[in-house]
């Protein structure tokens, strides 16, 4: 965590080339490129450095899923022909200062002065602007040729009868708790939901999961859905899907859930409500209307695919516009908005292959189309699947859980996207990745050599399969010939 | 024991249980076997169908298993369709379990469009079949007539694209975010052939929207985990050299795809992952049915997750060691070495269900149970027995695919969803 409240504010420079508002991954990594290229460039910021990944986000929530990782490998112990240690104890207090002390370490690398010895003018308060080419912070006005609105987003609050009063946690505030809730409900099935409930389950809570959609991940594949249902159960976790949050209050010292589903209302008593069902743009109080900036507080602020607003010389970039909310799509965002605002560039979002990973256990990764968008354009489209439990690494790790679905436009190996379920699906999608960027096809992943045993071999089977079935009888027949003699 | 006469013992073992489990005041059938089971409507449907299969193998007369058609169709003729929670339907469709003796909705269940399709298939089975001039097969067709028309098809969309999975009175429609594919083309077929109540053709293409066509173990096929999804709607359509659109652009078929899901299944079997040990190329058969219901259970020093009554497939599961033998049977028109081979295995397993012949709806040889091979499913369902005495009828004499093509709803329902060729 960093802030520099002590830090005077910046001198201001006009007009700056480049003004961004939020110190998140999105504006660090555009001031970055930026003031590397010799622009000028403004960064405001009213809270912390690094944004919500580094503080309430990715790196917190990482540090834990490692920890609560470690904790299930030793309850499993005996499958791998071990012995499960004996009184396994969860020191929770010692996990969640592993917590700060990695968020410390990490968020070293983004300081006040290093930002200032890089040569962005670095100023701390709240953002507004004044006219379509200028802001202000506090009584500073700044002017700019070119702004990047990167503010982020914030944690929805659900509007559920009585949560307010009873109190909640998101992922803004859960990495401070103290305590390993005793019980503990989760509202909302997504990738905060899901992956706070596993690894607080693994330290130890009894978690219940409500989910108001009918799957986890509304918008990853069904058969990954599938599969970490099945992997949550097994932690342990009281799964209800299709399940509406309808009212909470306080019994003694117990919070009081009401379930339903359908027409059955089941009620659970817990210790702590965990609330991740979404984020809200931070656009309020940013003068948007004083900038010509179309808005919606629900939707964020409209982008084409260039990532102008509705005033062409401000972007916007991450979770305040773009619906996949990661930090590395912020960060790809933010190169593009330098490019087309500084540079003349006209790189498109829509151009880049961009995979996403929700860190459960297996992870869930994505890159590129799902198969229903090709099918919507007309795409035809064949995929090739291979499972976890076909791959030697994976049998010997005991990680067979999951697959590896390249998605191929029929007929010939350009792969439009890709989905891997693993324990290290976030690693192995970036093979996939380079492969789409680089524009390669199946025939060249087929090629590539690997060391043997290694989990990334379930691409190159995927890519041998679609090999394979390119051989048409003819041409089988035709080598059958050439061999004969 | 040669094939033909262990199947006759399969296919009677299994139509017995219509005997013995229907309520002949009302024609309704027990969902299963154990004590105080409701009707399950889609049974009823598979009753219906089963009574003609029974007339040509002489088990029962003609007149018996009309009459026994004739009451179940009066029943439902007759029933309360209203908004009331105990009616036995609504918009024409049923309730999915109704009272043996009553009819009336039990178990505050769903109003369901899909098994209200089963149902329709075997009414339609039945009108089919019995086409003779006298009183009460005339009025048989005439019944399957009207209760085909007053289904509306059409409101069970909720104004969306493709079919509602379930409407209850206390709560509406139903959302259990189907995606690819299901047992559904049957429903599709029918409701776009509706007299009345029409599914519009832009329905079709949206259930099939969300398929995939996947390359798994080295085959090509329309992925769906349990077998049930690649039978139920075979069990009424050859579907044989017909193709729609998605199965022009394959060049394949759905007949051909089930037969390929039965490779997936024994490959997933030889392969095991979970290491259950217990399954092999003659022990396979995933799919939804009863199950051990035990929870977490360690078992040989590893957890093990023993589920109740689920859909079960493969290969992303879930699979609990759990086998469904009369899914394995139901294959039979599609590879019938494999499950001929898989019952004389099941059979050396569990040499009692030659007793009666009568499949149970799983095992789990895996999970503990009072029995010393397992746990095995208590009883009988009807399910199993319906679709058994079907499937094994299509691979012996074809006699309710070849009665269901010379069904207009089903050729009217194949032609506005884009099927073409073979016998069509």
Redesign the interface.
């Given at each position: 965590m960093t802030t520099a409240p002590a830090l005077r504010n910046a001198e201001p420079r006009v007009p700056y080339n480049l003004l961004i508002v939020g110190a998140g991954p999105a504006g660090l990594a555009a001031a970055e490129a930026a003031v590397l290229r010799g622009a000028r460039v403004a960064l405001i910021e009213r809270d912390l450095l690094g944004g919500t990944c580094l503080n309430k986000g990715c790196i917190p929530s990482k540090t834990i899923i490692s920890t609560s990782r470690l904790y299930r490998e030793m309850r499993?112990a005996?499958?791998f022909g071990g012995q499960v240690p004996s009184g396994i104890v969860v020191d929770f207090p010692s996990v969640m200062e592993r917590v700060r002390r990695i968020r410390a370490r990490i968020g070293e690398r983004v300081s006040a002065e290093s930002l200032a010895a890089m040569g962005v003018d670095l100023y701390f308060g709240e953002a507004t602007f004044i006219g379509r080419d200028r802001a202000s912070v506090g009584k500073t006005v700044l002017r700019f040729k070119k702004a990047l609105i990167a503010t982020g987003a914030r944690p929805v609050r659900p509007s559920i009868p009585g949560l307010e009063e009873a109190g909640y946690l998101t992922y803004e505030n859960v990495f401070d708790l103290t305590e390993c809730p005793k019980r503990l409900l989760v509202i909302g099935g997504g990738p905060v939901g899901c992956e706070l409930a596993q690894a607080f389950a693994r330290l130890g809570s009894t978690v219940t999961l409500a989910q108001a959609?009918?799957?986890f991940l509304g918008n990853e594949e069904?058969?990954a859905a599938?599969?970490l249902s099945?992997a949550l159960?097994?932690d342990?976790i009281d799964i209800h899907l299709?399940t509406r949050t309808t009212r909470v209050r306080i019994e003694g010292n117990d919070k009081v859930v009401d379930l339903v589903r359908?027409?059955v209302t089941r009620t659970v008593a817990v210790d702590r409500i965990l609330v991740g069902v979404g984020t809200a743009p931070k656009v309020d109080g940013l003068g948007l209307e004083h900038a010509g900036v179309a808005y919606d507080s629900v939707k964020g602020i409209p982008v084409d695919d260039f990532l102008r607003t509705t005033n062409p010389r401000i972007f916007a970039a991450g979770d305040v516009c773009t619906a996949n909310k990661f930090p590395h799509i912020e960060s790809v965002a933010a190169h593009i908005v330098v490019a087309n605002a500084l540079f003349l560039g006209r790189q498109r979002l829509s151009a880049e292959a961009v995979p996403w990973c929700t860190f459960t256990d297996p992870e869930i990764a994505h890159v590129g189309m799902y198969?229903?968008e090709a099918?919507?354009k007309n795409i035809?489209?064949?995929?090739?699947?291979i499972?976890m439990?076909?791959v030697d690494r994976a049998i010997t790790d005991g990680e067979?859980e999951g697959?590896v679905?390249l998605h191929v436009r029929?007929g010939t190996g350009k792969i439009l996207g890709a989905t891997v379920v693993a324990r290290h699906a976030g690693d192995l999608i970036n093979e996939i990745s380079l492969a789409m960027t680089a524009g390669l096809d199946l025939h060249v992943l087929a090629r590539v050599n690997q060391p043997y045993p290694t989990q990334s071999q379930a691409i190159k089977m995927a890519a041998d399969?679609?090999v394979?079935?390119r051989r048409s009888a003819g041409r089988s027949w035709l080598m059958t010939k050439w061999l004969s003699w | 024991m040669l094939d033909d006469e262990l199947l006759d013992r399969l296919q009677r073992g299994a139509f017995e249980y219509f005997v013995e489990e229907t309520n002949p005041a009302n024609g309704l059938v027990a969902d299963t076997s154990r004590k105080d089971s409701p009707a399950s409507i889609a049974v009823v449907g598979l009753a219906l169908s089963a009574y003609p299969v029974a007339v040509e193998r002489g088990w029962v007369s003609r007149e018996d298993a009309a009459a026994r058609t004739l009451v179940t169709l009066r029943f439902f003729e007759s029933s309360a369709q209203s908004a009331l929670p105990d009616a036995t339907g609504q918009h024409g469709f049923y309730y999915h379990f109704l009272s043996m003796e009553s009819g009336k909705r039990v178990w505050q269940c769903e109003l369901s469009p899909i098994d209200t399709t089963l149902l329709l298939a075997g009414i339609l089975t039945g009108s089919e079949y019995f086409s003779h001039p006298t009183s009460a097969e005339a009025e048989i067709r005439a019944l399957a007539r009207e209760l085909y028309g007053r289904i509306e098809w059409d409101w069970a969309r909720n104004g969306k694209a493709t079919v509602a999975q379930g409407w209850k009175p206390e709560c509406g429609f139903l959302n259990y975010g189907w995606q690819g594919y299901n047992e559904a083309a049957l429903l599709y077929v029918l409701g776009l052939a509706s007299p009345t109540h029409p599914l519009p053709r832009a329905s079709y293409a949206a259930w099939t929207a969300t398929y995939q066509w996947e390359r798994i173990y080295g085959c090509d096929l329309l992925y769906a985990g349990p077998l049930f999804i690649h039978q139920f709607s075979h069990a009424w359509i050859d579907f044989r050299r017909i193709q729609d659109s998605f199965m022009r652009e394959k060049d394949s078929d759905y007949f051909e795809n089930s037969r390929r899901a039965v490779d997936v299944q024994r490959e997933y079997a030889r392969r095991d992952p979970n290491e259950y040990g217990t399954y092999g190329k003659d022990c396979w058969g995933f799919s939804a049915g009863d199950g051990p219901g035990l929870g977490t259970v360690r078992v040989r020093g590893r957890a093990r997750r023993f589920f109740e009554y689920t859909a079960r497939g493969v290969p992303y599961g879930p699979d609990d060691g759990t086998i469904a033998p009369a899914a394995t049977l139901a294959s039979l028109p599609f590879a019938s070495a494999l499950v001929l081979s898989a019952m004389r295995r099941f059979l050396e397993l569990y040499p009692e269900w030659a007793e009666t012949w009568r499949l149970p709806s799983g095992f789990n040889r895996t999970a503990p149970g009072a029995d010393p091979r397992g746990w095995i499913s208590e009883g009988s369902y009807g399910l199993d027995q319906g679709i058994a005495v079907l499937m094994i009828e299509n691979y012996r004499s074809g006699l309710i695919w070849k009665l269901m093509r010379n069904c207009s709803p089903i050729r009217a329902g194949l032609t506005r969803a884009g099927f073409e060729g073979g016998w069509l």
């Open positions: 499993d005996e499958q959609d009918p799957m069904r058969d599938q599969l099945d159960a097994r342990g299709d359908e027409d198969v229903t099918r919507q035809p489209v064949k995929t090739f699947t499972m439990h076909e067979e697959f679905k029929e399969a679609y394979q079935s | -």
